[in-house]
């Protein structure tokens, strides 16, 4: 799973792909290089049964044996679903989807990098040329605690 996305669409393409009923988004602009801790869109059910787009800020609390004491940047990728700490969080009421017309993944060659940054490559994946609306698969919760 990547930790750069883009969402390129209109607010309106992704509310008639999903068909949410509500929209506590507000005004969204194309959204251009999202990373972890950054805000952006989601389509989540809310508390009262109806589909709603909501921006949230992108990672899930850390497995606290993980922090020990130290700041809780988040984690962003939830390869292990079976592991303790995220059963808490696999409900159907912590299910979202995230729109995303494009996403990263860093060169996997060491030494792939950019010669004018210094930066290790990106390459960028997209369903298509035009870059049309898909959605990853997510999960949210309400962050308790200090979020670093």
């Not at 792909?17 to 509500?22: E, F, K, Q, V």
């Not at 292990?80 to 979202?96: A, I, L, S």
């Not at 995230?98 to 030494?111: D, I, N």
Request: with cysteine; net charge neutral.
């Amino acid at each position: 799973m990547c930790n750069l996305y883009n969402v390129t669409t209109s607010q309106e393409a992704i509310r008639q792909w999903t068909r949410a009923l509500r929209d506590i988004l507000g005004n969204l602009e194309p959204s251009i290089d999202i990373y972890p801790n950054m805000p952006g869109p989601v389509v989540r059910n809310a508390s009262h049964g109806e589909r709603e787009i909501a921006c949230l800020l992108w990672g899930m609390p850390t497995p606290p044996e993980r922090v020990k004491g130290k700041a809780d940047y988040g984690t962003t990728n939830i390869r292990n679903p079976q592991y303790g700490h995220w059963q808490q969080f696999v409900g159907v009421e912590h299910r979202c989807v995230v729109p995303v017309t494009s996403f990263a993944e860093p060169s996997p060659t060491a030494g792939d990098k950019d010669p004018e940054t210094g930066i290790q490559r990106n390459y960028w994946f997209a369903l298509s040329e035009d870059r049309p609306l898909f959605f990853f698969a997510g999960l949210w919760t309400r962050w308790e605690g200090v979020r670093k």
